[in-house]
T-cell receptor
């Protein structure tokens, strides 16, 4: 079935370090891909998205490129800040499925000063 | 900025009792969703709702669950007879269009004793 797999957390980095959170997917159709972020005590917020192969989504210094050949959508940021500490969720959505999002298990990021 | 709200933030109930979780989606949105996250597990899709009908539901969403938009602003999830395994964080989301960005509420933590 359709699924999303993320790298295990928690990930602990020092401020200004480079971040990569891996995400791969399995889908029967042609999905749209998303990264959501959840800050402590809040709901999920869309961070970025890509709707077709080779699209790059970007927002707040984060980037992810839709790679159809490797079925991946890895999240990267060149220099993380303490305020980036949160849980990051990779997700996909397929046409004709009522808009449902299929999430990965989430990766907790902790950035230390 | 418009946001999705959910009440209550925390609900404690006895096994076998009925609970109603409430959500107020963003006012011009047409598509509504419920997701849940059992502690330590993935965020799972439960149901999507459009034009006063369920458009997609997961296998989790059995006869114990129902959704309703009773008054044009609220969107509710009812669990008729709660089980211990229903303990989870329940998230409501809404979107303006199908496959559009889903805006999530902060969640209701349901604890079944």
């Amino acid at each position: 079935g359709d699924s999303v797999t993320q790298m295990e957390g928690p990930v602990t980095l020092s401020e200004e370090a480079f971040l990569t959170i891996n995400c791969t997917y399995t889908a029967t159709g042609y999905p749209s891909l998303f990264w959501y972020v959840q800050y402590p005590g809040e709901g999920l917020q869309l961070l970025l998205k890509a709707t077709k192969a080779d699209d790059k989504g970007s927002n707040k210094g984060f980037e992810a490129t839709y790679r159809k050949e490797t079925t991946s959508f890895h999240l990267e940021k060149g220099s993380v800040q303490v305020s980036d500490s949160a849980v990051y969720f990779c997700a996909l959505s397929l046409p004709n499925q009522g808009g449902k999002l299929i999430f990965g298990q989430g990766t907790e990021l902790s950035v230390k000063p | 900025e418009p946001e999705v709200t959910q009440t209550p933030s925390h609900q404690v109930t006895q096994m076998g009792q009925e609970v109603i979780l409430r959500c107020v989606p963003i006012s011009n949105h047409l598509y509504f969703y419920w997701y849940r996250q059992i502690l330590g597990q993935k965020v799972e899709f439960l149901v999507s709702f459009y034009n006063n009908e369920i458009s997609e539901k997961s296998e989790i969403f059995d006869d114990q669950f129902s959704v309703e938009r009773p008054d044009g602003s609220n969107f509710t999830l009812k669990i008729r007879s709660t089980k211990l395994e229903d303990s989870a964080m329940y998230f409501c989301a809404s979107s303006e269009r199908l496959m559009g960005e889903q805006f999530f509420g902060p969640g209701t933590r349901l604890t079944v004793l």
